[in-house]
């Protein structure tokens, strides 16, 4: 549904009288044959003609840069309404509406008593709708002893207004305009009765609309060309696609980075970043069984856009273990926009809300993404304890996770060495606790891959394997150390499987073996697969059973870590 048939819907159901019209604000939308700002599409859409006994709508309209303005055929009435109930009291309403571009919090007042007056007249003929602009900036939300007093005097008349029971229970609408309820001052956004409707981003058609009523430099329109164009500039605002649009020439280039540009600029610095990862599944030495698994069921479902696609997954394990590196390698096969997700707090007052929504409405306007949040236990508060603004963005984010109308749209990849301190909420199916998946050291087969990629530079001129002794130099190697010692052979320029011994030899682990061993046995415990577990000594026929008793073990074995204080 459309931000104007749900406004519409609300308003005739007296659903609510005060409403937030909030989201994409600054775009451009049809009305009619022409593509209009927002303020001239309400007033345009709201502007019926008055039918025969049936009560007419006046919009009231208020822009900070421009005075009151009072549109639609009953205006007449409500000037007729005003001297009578306020003859000898105030100016006529002409006089009252001049300059009040000059003083909003005068502005406020007038569109209050407008309100009074239409309900103390019980034969009027009209219903008004009061649409305020900038309403993030004549009350903006801050903590009242840093208010100015005007700005004070505004969040009090609006309270008192919209918390009116006369107001409340009558015909008359109010819509504060705003890029986001957040940046209205709470005292405001907060009421009950205030309710809030999103203008979301442009969707595939009305981008496509766009495109095909603004030409660029005569290029063919095709069906396909449309179809590919609207496609391709997926969240994107309409005033950015015509900037394409003008560009001497358009390419899948020119638009992938107007697009990365584009989302970037709306959420501030250090919010997202873009990734293109550079290394497919093919480029991953070792995890022969992971890959497989990646292939055949991870990568389809997270392609996927019906009931069978993954909100997403977490992948555990110890530090140095690959875990970055082969899922970069997996969103490289899933061919659609990769956001690392770094930080969505704000050291200023109410901002972390305001990134948050604008983060939600630039993804959920992209066809398909993948979010990768690397320290995924840093990343995100908890619910229980921490501060306010941590729990309440927290929970937002874990809502997003189990949104349903966001399956098969939004991937979440998050990598952690420590997955049992990822909150539970997070790990619960329905979230990423659908799949969890477990990086471990390289072992048997994929070992020996790890080791002739590691000497891959060097003419061995036998076997490598012969002797155990280049096996016994890198015995617990995790995949970090394999990478550390193959650049330290380079480095040097190792000529003969010696020389290279020689290195693998001298180099030694740091002292972080318990440390890796605890984040080891949590990502096995925190595993969501039994056929991603490795092979359990003695197993028998009943697999379930010897995972039952070797997560038993593990468990054991990870407390008397904890005793010795490793975490």
């Known amino acids: 549904m459309s931000f ?32 209009v700002p927002l303020m001239e599409y309400l007033t345009k859409t709201y502007n019926i003609k008055k039918q025969p006994q049936k009560r007419g709508l006046v919009v009231v309209k208020y822009e900070m840069n421009d005075d009151i303005e009072i549109i639609g055929d009953a205006r007449q009435e409500v000037f007729e309404n005003w001297d009578r109930i306020f003859k000898s009291k105030e100016k006529n ?29 019980p034969e009027r003929n009209y219903d008004l709708l009061l649409i305020v602009e900038g309403a993030d900036m004549l009350v903006p939300d801050e903590e009242i002893s840093r208010m ?24 008359d609408t109010v819509v504060l305009v705003a890029e986001s309820r957040s940046l209205i001052h709470h005292r405001i956004s907060r009421l009950p009765q205030v309710v809030t409707v999103e203008v979301a981003s442009p969707d595939f058609e009305t981008r ?107 992948v555990g394990g110890a530090i140095g273990g690959g875990k970055t590196f082969f899922f970069e390698a997996v969103a490289a096969e899933l061919g659609m926009p990769v956001l690392i997700m770094k930080s969505m707090r704000s050291q200023w007052f109410g901002q972390t809300d305001v990134i948050f929504e604008r983060f939600k409405r630039a993804i959920t306007a992209l066809d398909q993404v993948a979010i990768f949040v690397d320290e995924a236990d840093t990343a995100f508060g908890k619910i229980q304890g921490g501060h306010e603004t941590e729990r309440r963005l927290t929970g937002k984010i874990q ?11 939004v991937i979440w990849m998050l990598m952690t060495a420590r997955i049992h301190l990822l909150s539970p ?79 693998a030899n001298d180099m030694l682990p740091p002292d972080i073996e318990e440390t890796r061993r605890y984040q080891t046995l949590q990502a096995l415990l925190n595993c969501t697969r039994m056929s991603l577990l490795p092979e359990i000594d003695g197993e028998t026929t009943d697999r379930r059973a010897n995972v039952d008793a070797a997560r038993d073990k593990w468990r054991k074995e990870a407390r008397e870590l904890e005793l010795k204080g490793v975490e």
Request: aromatic letters at 8%; hydrophobic letters at 35%.
């Open 425 to 503: 909420d997070i790990r619960r199916p329905g979230r990423v606790g659908d799949l969890i998946i477990p990086i471990l050291d390289p072992e048997d087969d994929d070992r020996r891959e790890f080791i002739e990629w590691t000497f891959k530079s060097i003419n061995a001129g036998h076997d490598l394997f012969d002797g155990g002794f280049i096996e016994q130099a890198t015995r617990g190697f995790s995949a970090a150390a394999f990478a550390g010692l193959r650049s330290q052979i380079k480095a040097v320029g190792c000529k003969t499987v010696l020389e290279a011994l020689e290195i």
């Open 148 to 171: 100015s007093l005007y700005d004070r005097k505004r969040v009090a008349i609006l309270q008192d207004w919209l918390s009116d029971p006369d107001f409340v229970n009558g015909k």
């Open 4 to 35: 104007g048939s749900q406004l519409s819907r609300i308003i005739n159901r007296g659903q609510s009288r005060s409403i937030v019209l909030a989201g994409n604000i600054y775009d451009l939308y049809s009305e009619g044959s022409k593509w």
């Open 93 to 121: 309403l002409h006089e009252c509406i001049k300059n009040t571009h000059k003083n909003g919090t005068y502005a406020l007042e007038l569109m209050r008593m407008m309100t009074l007056a239409a309900r103390k007249s």
């Open 208 to 314: 496509r609309k766009f495109i095909e009523e603004n030409p660029d430099h005569g290029e063919p329109r095709t069906k396909e060309r449309l179809d590919e164009l609207a496609s391709q500039t997926a969240g994107l605002s309409l005033h950015a696609v015509r900037q394409i649009l003008r560009s001497e020439k358009i390419t899948s280039e020119i638009i992938t980075a107007k697009v990365e540009e584009y989302i970037s600029s709306q959420l501030g610095d250090g919010v997202i970043e873009f990734k293109k990862p550079s290394h497919t599944l093919d480029k991953v030495v070792g995890f022969k069984k992971l890959k497989e698994f990646a292939r055949k069921e991870l990568i389809p479902r997270f392609k996927a856009k019906d009931e069978s696609a993954l909100t997403g997954c977490a």
């Open 399 to 409: 809502a997003m996770m189990s949104d349903t109308r966001l399956r098969g749209k």
